[in-house]
């Protein structure tokens, strides 16, 4: 029998995906695991795989089109075998019913479908492993202990890759794999597999050397009117749908209230320079923000919360989410036990996380699960500004640029640099004098460093 395609809730807050490619064509072969499609999800584009083999019959949908999860998008089925009779009425090569039921020797005794996402999913998605599934069920976090140092990814040696397994003629991928490798134009069947069974998996395809991509064409030249027109209709993407139904979210029911303070920067500046001359690893001053801010939610697990209606959820681990551009709008990456990070952890993790984040690549586990969130407008010269939060979260911390200023120091005037930073606050979760509080804490880490790590 027929397996029907549907579309699938690929990130937990999906409620509609718009299909950008197909990857499979009508009359084509098809595995399990085999891609069928680009879906553009509310976060990232990602890939809508087969769950059954069997024959590619019909694209219920074209490219382009929106379709809400769990719309049909697609039907899979046996050589020769006809839509109409995949949709489950006779088709053109099949009998119509008699009395007698024609023998089925070679057809599966039940039709198999996709799983239906569940619609009941929650808005916000508890921390899991970037590797790993994210936790479901009762809506209670999975517990997760940071691996010791013996045991990080990369401390044991790694075996030696064999060759890219092949079943029937075809190099065993995972989906990730291929798409970068169409992506950078390398050919995946010269490739060594590192992966189970020698699967060719997507760190293969990172070590491998591809021609450089030409660069984007910017964006505001997407949006230039054709010649003549006084303006260009454009639809909403996927993910600038999402920012509009959860900034009207946050800004209508959360009575939000704002907290700044400026903290001289002189000591943290100092620090990082002597790093980068020790050859330590580049860490940008929003490293070393994102750094304070973990420390001292550490101290302040009040403002570590998230609203949840009928009680509010204490976080006992701490999960910074920042703030990075792109071009559909914003997305959020999370850093996940960042209290339990050192400094150059959190600038590897950080660079990595805003790389992929602008080309679309990270997974649902990578950008949700936040506890906190910092956004950082200085280096785009903005002196201060106020940040909306980003619920359930009960915060988010609102970083500006930093500049040299003539102030009061040691009773003279001398010429500092000074930065702003403005704290939004769920007053649901936090009152004032709580949020003052875990400013002043974070203000001290940041004017003397060595805070951070007493």
Same mark, same amino acid.
Request: hydrophobic content about 40%.
């Given at each position: 029998m027929?397996? %029907?395609?549907?579309?699938?809730?690929?990130s937990p807050?999906m409620e509609?995906?718009?299909?950008?490619?197909?990857?499979k064509?009508?009359?084509? @072969?098809?595995?399990?695991?085999?891609?069928?499609a680009?879906v553009? /999800?509310? %976060?990232?584009?990602?890939e809508l795989v087969?769950?059954?083999g069997?024959t590619l019959? %019909?694209?219920v949908?074209?490219?382009g089109? /929106?379709?809400p999860?769990s719309?049909?998008v697609a039907v899979?089925g046996?050589?020769g075998?006809?839509v109409?009779?995949?949709?489950?009425?006779?088709? %053109? =090569?099949?009998p119509?019913p008699?009395?007698k039921?024609?023998?089925?020797? =070679?057809?599966?005794?039940?039709?198999?479908?996709q799983p239906?996402p569940?619609?009941n999913?929650?808005t916000?998605?508890?921390?899991?492993?970037?590797?790993?599934?994210?936790?479901?069920?009762n809506g209670?976090?999975?517990t997760?202990?940071?691996?010791? *140092?013996?045991e990080?990814?990369?401390?044991s040696?790694k075996?030696?890759?064999?060759?890219?397994?092949?079943s029937?003629?075809?190099v065993?991928a995972?989906?990730? *794999?291929r798409?970068m490798a169409?992506?950078?134009?390398?050919?995946?069947?010269?490739?060594?597999?590192?992966?189970p069974e020698?699967?060719?998996?997507?760190?293969?395809v990172e070590?491998?050397?591809?021609p *450089?991509?030409p660069?984007?064409?910017?964006?505001?030249a997407?949006?230039?009117?054709?010649d003549?027109?006084?303006?260009?209709d454009?639809?909403?993407?996927?993910?600038?749908?999402?920012?509009?139904?959860?900034?009207?979210?946050s800004?209508?029911?959360i009575?939000t209230f704002?907290?700044?303070?400026e903290?001289?920067?002189?000591?943290? *500046?100092?620090?990082?320079?002597a790093?980068?001359?020790?050859?330590g690893?580049?860490?940008?001053?929003?490293?070393?923000?994102?750094k304070?801010?973990?420390?001292a939610l550490?101290?302040h697990?009040?403002?570590n919360?998230?609203?949840?209606?009928?009680?509010?959820?204490?976080?006992?681990?701490v999960?910074?989410?920042? @703030?990075?551009?792109?071009?559909?709008g914003?997305?959020?990456?999370?850093i996940?036990?960042?209290?339990l990070?050192?400094?150059?952890e959190?600038? @590897?993790?950080s660079?990595?996380?805003a790389?992929?984040a602008r080309?679309r690549r990270? /997974?649902?586990?990578e950008?949700?699960?936040g506890?906190?969130?910092?956004?950082n407008?200085?280096m785009?010269?903005?002196?201060?500004?106020?940040?909306v939060i980003?619920?359930?979260?009960?915060?988010?911390?609102?970083?500006?640029?930093?500049?040299?200023?003539?102030?009061a120091?040691?009773?003279?005037?001398a010429?500092r640099?000074?930065?702003?930073?403005?704290m939004?606050c769920d007053?649901r979760?936090i009152?004032?004098?709580?949020?003052?509080?875990?400013?002043?804490?974070?203000k001290?880490?940041l004017e003397n460093?060595?805070?951070m790590?007493?």
């Amino acid at each position: 029998m027929s397996t %029907k395609v549907v579309m699938e809730a690929l990130s937990p807050t999906m409620e509609e995906g718009r299909l950008v490619e197909w990857k499979k064509q009508e009359g084509d @072969a098809v595995s399990v695991g085999d891609v069928l499609a680009e879906v553009e /999800t509310d %976060k990232a584009v990602m890939e809508l795989v087969a769950r059954a083999g069997g024959t590619l019959l %019909k694209q219920v949908v074209q490219a382009g089109a /929106t379709v809400p999860v769990s719309e049909l998008v697609a039907v899979i089925g046996e050589p020769g075998e006809t839509v109409e009779a995949a949709d489950g009425a006779p088709g %053109k =090569d099949e009998p119509a019913p008699t009395g007698k039921p024609a023998p089925r020797a =070679d057809r599966k005794e039940e039709q198999a479908t996709q799983p239906t996402p569940d619609e009941n999913r929650p808005t916000s998605m508890p921390p899991a492993p970037p590797a790993g599934p994210a936790a479901e069920g009762n809506g209670q976090p999975a517990t997760r202990q940071r691996p010791a *140092a013996s045991e990080k990814p990369g401390a044991s040696e790694k075996p030696a890759p064999a060759p890219a397994a092949r079943s029937a003629g075809r190099v065993r991928a995972s989906p990730l *794999a291929r798409r970068m490798a169409a992506e950078r134009g390398i050919d995946i069947s010269a490739m060594e597999g590192s992966g189970p069974e020698g699967r060719v998996v997507a760190r293969d395809v990172e070590a491998s050397r591809a021609p *450089a991509a030409p660069a984007a064409a910017p964006r505001s030249a997407a949006l230039r009117a054709p010649d003549g027109q006084p303006y260009q209709d454009v639809p909403l993407s996927q993910i600038r749908k999402t920012i509009a139904r959860r900034l009207a979210q946050s800004i209508g029911p959360i009575p939000t209230f704002y907290l700044t303070t400026e903290v001289d920067m002189e000591r943290a *500046a100092d620090a990082r320079e002597a790093l980068l001359a020790a050859g330590g690893e580049k860490a940008s001053f929003n490293d070393i923000i994102l750094k304070a801010v973990a420390m001292a939610l550490r101290q302040h697990p009040e403002c570590n919360a998230w609203w949840q209606d009928d009680h509010i959820r204490y976080w006992n681990e701490v999960h910074v989410s920042m @703030a990075v551009a792109i071009d559909e709008g914003l997305i959020t990456p999370v850093i996940r036990h960042t209290d339990l990070k050192s400094l150059r952890e959190i600038a @590897a993790e950080s660079r990595d996380l805003a790389a992929r984040a602008r080309e679309r690549r990270l /997974t649902p586990e990578e950008y949700t699960g936040g506890t906190f969130s910092v956004s950082n407008l200085g280096m785009l010269d903005i002196h201060e500004f106020t940040a909306v939060i980003n619920p359930p979260e009960a915060g988010i911390l609102a970083v500006g640029r930093m500049a040299e200023q003539p102030v009061a120091h040691q009773g003279a005037v001398a010429i500092r640099r000074r930065m702003r930073l403005t704290m939004s606050c769920d007053h649901r979760v936090i009152d004032g004098a709580t949020g003052a509080r875990f400013l002043q804490t974070l203000k001290g880490m940041l004017e003397n460093p060595l805070a951070m790590v007493y």
